[in-house]
């Protein structure tokens, strides 16, 4: 029968410090998921704060440096919309005045119709996606309706003119 190792709960605001670091070690965090992580492990509200506020000033919390890391790496991997980086951010707990800064100085040069175009082309099921099914796709990735529009007709013209 494997034993099972119980961690005692941190004491000191050092040992919370330690602890934190160890959650962060393995992935960059937001401040509202470690806050839940400390909380989770039986930190007080104010232990964790403490414990935020000394992780951001040791530079190992930012969530302005957070956002822009994300964005930057999602936008290299998978492609969407500022609406669904915007909804995965918040979701993360980012703030929205941080989200809308991020996201605005990561796509600040990028055409959104080229970034569809880029997401229509990595999904698998696009050469043979019927426009519904296309839009549905697009819209999921977050991108406007209007750069939808413009993609379905380029994917109809480009079919016209195939046949």
């Given at each position: 029968m494997a034993s099972v190792v119980k961690r005692r709960v941190p004491q000191s605001p050092e040992e919370w410090v330690q602890c934190?670091?160890?959650?962060?070690?393995?992935?960059?965090?937001?401040?509202?998921?470690?806050?839940r992580f400390l909380m989770s492990k039986g930190a007080s509200a104010t232990q964790?704060?403490?414990t935020i506020d000394r992780l951001s000033d040791l530079r190992y919390l930012d969530d302005r440096a957070y956002?822009?890391?994300w964005v930057e790496g999602r936008l290299a991997r998978k492609p969407m919309?500022?609406?669904r980086f915007k909804a995965e951010l918040l979701a993360k707990g980012v703030a929205e005045a941080l989200v809308d800064g991020a996201i605005g100085e990561v796509l600040?040069?990028?055409d959104e119709e080229a970034l569809a175009w880029r997401a229509f082309r990595l999904w698998p099921n696009g050469r043979r996606a019927?426009?519904?099914?296309?839009a549905q796709y697009l819209r999921r990735r977050g991108f406007?309706?209007?750069?939808?529009?413009?993609?379905?007709?380029?994917?109809?013209?480009?079919?016209?003119?195939e046949a």
């Open positions: 934190a670091l160890r959650y962060l070690v393995r992935v960059d965090r937001t401040v509202a998921q470690v806050e964790a704060q403490r956002a822009r890391r919309g500022r609406e600040q040069a990028v019927l426009p519904r099914q296309t406007e309706e209007e750069t939808i529009e413009r993609i379905i007709r380029g994917c109809t013209d480009t079919q016209g003119s």
